[in-house]
């Protein structure tokens, strides 16, 4: 069993910058697939980014790409979301996921853990 555990959600305004952590429980971190999601109110969850078990490769929804960064230590069992020129769109609630794979992972449906998520909202 895997518990994952976000935090670093706040208010930011338009064109700041948020970085959001992820812990994880369980000696087994080196062998997840890591990914973050982000539900906005009235929508479905939404890909926002993946990594690889080692962090060799990543991904990212085109909305997010070229702002966002994906980062994980391995050694500190934790993973990271730099989300840089924020959005009002990009107001969220940003949840960690991960799942035993050593490939990337991009649907939601296919991750088997989950963080209770956290709240980023960025004003106009």
């Known amino acids: 069993q895997v518990q994952l555990v976000e935090s670093g959600g706040g208010l930011v305004q338009a064109g700041g910058s948020l970085r959001l952590s992820c812990a994880a429980s369980g000696r087994t971190f080196g062998s997840l697939a890591m990914g973050w999601f982000r539900q906005a109110p009235g929508k479905g969850r939404e890909f926002v980014a993946a990594?690889?078990?080692?962090?060799?490769?990543?991904y990212y929804s085109g909305s997010v790409k070229g702002r966002f960064t994906i980062s994980r230590d391995n050694a500190k069992n934790t993973q990271s979301l730099q989300m840089n020129s924020l959005k009002p769109e990009d107001t969220a609630v940003y949840y960690c996921?991960?799942?035993?794979?050593?490939?990337?992972?991009?649907?939601?449906?296919?991750?088997?853990?989950w963080g209770q998520g956290t709240q980023v909202t960025v004003s106009s």
């Open positions: 990594a690889t078990w080692d962090g060799s490769s990543t």
């Open positions: 996921a991960a799942v035993r794979s050593f490939q990337l992972v991009l649907t939601a449906a296919d991750y088997d853990y």
